[in-house]
């Protein structure tokens, strides 16, 4: 594991993660997945090398994708996100490269900020990470 964390918004990640992802099961707000998703691919990155990469992170990536709304953001973040997400998609290269899953949680970490209002999300029933 890494010793460095690239990440301006880690100790926001945290409290974000503490006070809206729940101990199992999907968040029921787009603000908890959001950061849910993203620490569970950094999780099975940082723990696994991606060993168990299956259906489930594929659809973390999909959520994030979604969420990030493409017509909100400018174009240099619409390009970084879509690159992130196409590494994420190669577990074999995200793994190893951890500034994407720093430069991803701030992301999230400011699209949650943007957006305090809680957002109601369905339960996804694909979705069993």
């Given at each position: 594991?890494?010793?460095e964390?690239l990440?301006?918004?880690a100790?926001?990640?945290?409290?974000l993660?503490?006070s809206l992802?729940?101990?199992g099961g999907q968040?029921?707000?787009?603000?908890?997945?959001?950061?849910?998703?993203?620490?569970?691919?950094?999780?099975?990155a940082?723990?696994n090398?991606n060993?168990?990469?299956d259906?489930?992170?594929e659809?973390?990536c999909?959520f994030?994708?979604i969420?990030?709304?493409?017509?909100?953001?400018?174009?240099?973040d619409?390009?970084r996100?879509?690159i992130?997400l196409?590494?994420?998609?190669?577990?074999?290269?995200a793994?190893?490269?951890?500034?994407?899953?720093d430069e991803?949680s701030d992301?999230?970490v400011?699209?949650?900020?943007?957006?305090?209002?809680?957002?109601?999300?369905?339960?996804?029933p694909r979705?069993?990470?």
């Amino acid at each position: 594991m890494r010793e460095e964390n690239l990440m301006k918004h880690a100790e926001e990640f945290k409290r974000l993660w503490e006070s809206l992802v729940p101990d199992g099961g999907q968040a029921s707000t787009v603000q908890g997945e959001l950061i849910r998703s993203v620490g569970r691919l950094r999780d099975e990155a940082e723990r696994n090398g991606n060993a168990n990469w299956d259906e489930g992170h594929e659809l973390f990536c999909d959520f994030i994708e979604i969420t990030f709304d493409p017509m909100r953001l400018n174009n240099h973040d619409r390009e970084r996100i879509e690159i992130i997400l196409n590494r994420m998609r190669q577990p074999h290269i995200a793994y190893r490269n951890y500034e994407l899953f720093d430069e991803l949680s701030d992301y999230a970490v400011e699209w949650c900020k943007s957006r305090p209002e809680p957002i109601p999300k369905p339960n996804d029933p694909r979705q069993y990470r």
